[in-house]
């Protein structure tokens, strides 16, 4: 296939950014027409090519795993403020391991931790996370208990799509990325709840847990953390079109 025919096919399927795909795909190494075919089967970019592009890394992504999106970044950004080499700082819900890579580029040095209840994900997040510890398990329950009461900050972009949301989700995230890091529940935030649920437990006195929620999450994201014993604040990013919650222990 030549750039004119990779063009045509991705303009056929949908891909809105037809010619910047089509570049990034005649790059690529591999089969240009296995690539091709499979992009125009509606797999994510990213997993096609097997990296993303997150807060100034390129990010290894495998298929079947969450591809990090980039309004995320504001999670790193609100993370990385006030600390410093020698913090100790989990990724919840990891995924790719693309949060925890930034946050360990803004503040070098610092002690990195990463889990997911996903094997893929755990993978390909070790591969990510060369100098972090990455676990497989279900939150918190995942990490060394020698962290209890030591976490400076934990980044938790967890699913918060509601369930019956899921079906109106783009094709590509919605057939080519586990449902499990997606589905959010009934309201979107019953993930986040079991998170802030054990938070007192496992931040250090000042510590921090940050999450990303939609703007309409907002209100019941500030009642759970204030239940949980937590002090939450509400940050937004326009360009990044993104919201985050960051809520703090006393």
Do not use: K
């Amino acid at each position: 296939m030549n750039t004119a025919q990779v063009v045509a096919a991705l303009r056929a399927a949908g891909c809105v950014f037809a010619e910047d795909e089509a570049a990034l795909l005649l790059a690529a190494p591999g089969s240009l027409d296995a690539l091709v075919a499979r992009r125009v089967a509606g797999g994510p970019l990213e997993q096609v090519l097997g990296w993303a592009e997150f807060d100034g890394l390129r990010i290894s992504v495998s298929p079947g795993v969450f591809v990090p999106r980039q309004r995320s970044a504001l999670l790193v950004r609100l993370g990385a403020r006030g600390l410093a080499a020698g913090a100790v700082a989990v990724d919840l819900c990891c995924g790719s391991g693309a949060l925890a890579a930034a946050l360990a580029r803004r503040v070098p040095g610092v002690e990195l931790y990463a889990c997911d209840v996903d094997d893929r994900a755990v993978t390909c997040a070790r591969g990510n996370l060369p100098g972090a510890q990455v676990f497989a398990g279900d939150l918190w329950a995942a990490l060394p208990t020698g962290l209890r009461g030591r976490v400076d900050v934990a980044l938790a972009n967890a699913p918060y799509v509601p369930s019956d949301s899921i079906a109106l989700m783009p094709p590509e995230a919605r057939d080519h990325e586990p449902r499990i890091s997606l589905d959010g529940g009934r309201d979107g935030l019953d993930v986040h709840r079991r998170i802030a649920m054990d938070a007192d437990d496992w931040l250090a006195p000042g510590g921090r847990l940050l999450i990303e929620v939609a703007p309409a999450q907002v209100p019941g994201a500030t009642v759970m953390f204030e239940r949980a014993g937590l002090w939450p604040e509400v940050h937004t990013d326009d360009d990044l079109d993104a919201t985050a919650v960051v809520a703090t222990r006393p």
